[in-house]
């Protein structure tokens, strides 16, 4: 089972930045190559929604409309680590921040929740105005 540990959450002023990582273990047998990687965030009282998802080489990258332009993801595979670079960060974006991964070497980009076999524990991104 992928086991999936998100850092770098706190607490921000309106207009200013934060990096995520979300670091990948377990599942020894299993190349990270394999994992298609999602960033989605769900705030007090909303559903969880997708954020930025990248796929297993990193060549191709999605984000939802929301955090277009101001927030980037990109990944290491040699250290089974997803980041999201969050700028530009508003008050609108505080919520819990959760990583997931999709396995299988077919696996692609998708920004369904549900289609994601792993999830982190969360990181809190919380901005003040």
């Known amino acids: 089972q992928v086991q999936l540990v998100e850092s770098g959450g706190g607490l921000v002023q309106a207009g200013g930045s934060l990096r995520l990582s979300c670091a990948a273990s377990?599942?020894?047998?299993?190349?990270?190559?394999?994992?298609?990687m999602g960033w989605f965030r769900q705030a007090p009282g909303k559903e969880r929604e997708f954020v930025a998802g990248i796929s297993r080489s990193g060549g191709s990258t999605d984000y939802g409309d929301s955090v277009k332009g101001r927030f980037t993801i990109s990944r290491d595979n040699a250290k089974k680590t997803v980041y999201l670079q969050m700028n530009s960060l508003k008050p609108e974006d505080t919520a819990v921040y959760y990583c997931a991964a999709r396995v299988g070497w077919n696996a692609v980009l998708t920004t369904s929740e549900y289609e994601y076999d792993g999830w982190g524990q969360g990181t809190q991104v919380t901005v003040s105005s």
């Open positions: 377990g599942r020894t047998f299993t190349s990270y190559v394999m994992y298609v």
